[in-house]
């Protein structure tokens, strides 16, 4: 996958600044942006699992399903940003769930702690406790080491308990990027944008996720904002900060 860069927490900040300072609401301050930051960006993450969902709805139904496809392939693109595999031993009879998982896409077995490929197999998820233990007792449907069964709760209970060591592949919570758009263990922030050498950690949406995230870190401010102002304030920075790197 290609380096991606996160839409720019600077760009985010300045815009809400000239767009409060616009219409006399007062002054976005480091402190508001820092809190709302994290929370606007989960909220237009989650946000693109039901856009997903509609979609795909709208392009089964065949309304415009030109669109719909075109829609789907983008919103499954930005995902894939946020796709991790990892390697799960049990313990204590479970597998744990990684720390930043914010959705489960599959979980699969593998025969070795290398995750040999040619052993894989894939497993079927349960969320519902009386439906695994139906499954559990059945003659016909209990689980084997061909064909898997996971209950889903706090942790991840695999069935038959012979299985040892399984991978999940998820979608991780979003945090932020550094300036050459590598992931960081923290969330995007601005710290003393006044200083000579301003700290910025940026989003880790992709950048086109801008307007959005002015947007949404606006309503949680008070800041009365207007489609046009965003989409021309947020063009004027980012255009202003392209120019600047490239001097």
């Known amino acids: 996958m290609a380096q991606a860069y996160?839409?720019?927490?600077?760009?985010?900040?300045?815009?809400?600044?000239?767009?409060?300072?616009?219409?006399?609401?007062?002054?976005?301050?480091?402190?508001?942006?820092?809190?709302?930051?994290?929370?606007?960006?989960?909220?237009?993450?989650?946000?693109?699992?039901?856009?997903?969902?509609?979609?795909?709805?709208?392009?089964?139904?065949g309304f415009n399903p030109m669109r719909d496809k075109s829609r789907i392939k983008r919103i499954e693109e930005d995902l894939a940003f946020f796709s991790k595999k990892l390697p799960v031993v049990k313990t204590s009879g479970a597998f744990l769930k990684p720390d930043d998982l914010s959705r489960i896409i599959s979980v699969s077995t593998a025969g070795s702690i290398l995750l040999d490929q040619?052993?894989?197999k894939p497993i079927e998820l349960c969320y519902d406790e009386e439906k695994i233990e139906r499954i559990l007792?059945?003659?016909?449907?209990?689980?084997?080491?061909?064909?898997?069964?996971?209950?889903?709760?706090?942790?991840?209970?695999?069935?038959?308990?012979?299985?040892?060591?399984?991978?999940?592949?998820?979608?991780?919570?979003?945090?932020?990027?550094?300036?050459?758009?590598?992931?960081?263990?923290?969330?995007?922030?601005?710290?003393?944008?006044?200083?000579v050498a301003p700290t910025y950690v940026d989003f880790e949406l992709p950048e086109h996720y801008t307007s959005d995230l002015v947007y949404e870190i606006g309503k949680m401010v008070g800041v009365n904002l207007r489609d046009n102002d965003i989409v021309n304030y947020t063009?004027?920075?980012?255009?202003?900060?392209?120019?600047?790197?490239?001097y």
């Open 137 to 195: 007792i059945s003659n016909l449907s209990a689980p084997t080491e061909d064909f898997p069964v996971a209950l889903v709760s706090d942790s991840i209970h695999v069935f038959p308990t012979s299985i040892n060591k399984v991978e999940i592949r998820y979608y991780k919570y979003p945090e932020g990027r550094n300036a050459e758009g590598a992931r960081v263990g923290q969330q995007p922030s601005v710290y003393d944008s006044d200083s």
């Open 6 to 61: 996160g839409a720019s927490a600077e760009t985010v900040f300045r815009t809400l600044k000239d767009l409060a300072n616009k219409d006399q609401q007062g002054f976005v301050t480091e402190t508001e942006f820092n809190r709302f930051a994290q929370i606007a960006q989960l909220n237009i993450f989650n946000g693109l699992f039901d856009e997903l969902k509609d979609a795909k709805r709208l392009s089964r139904s």
């Open 235 to 246: 063009g004027q920075e980012m255009q202003a900060r392209k120019q600047a790197e490239t």
């Open 118 to 120: 040619s052993t894989k």
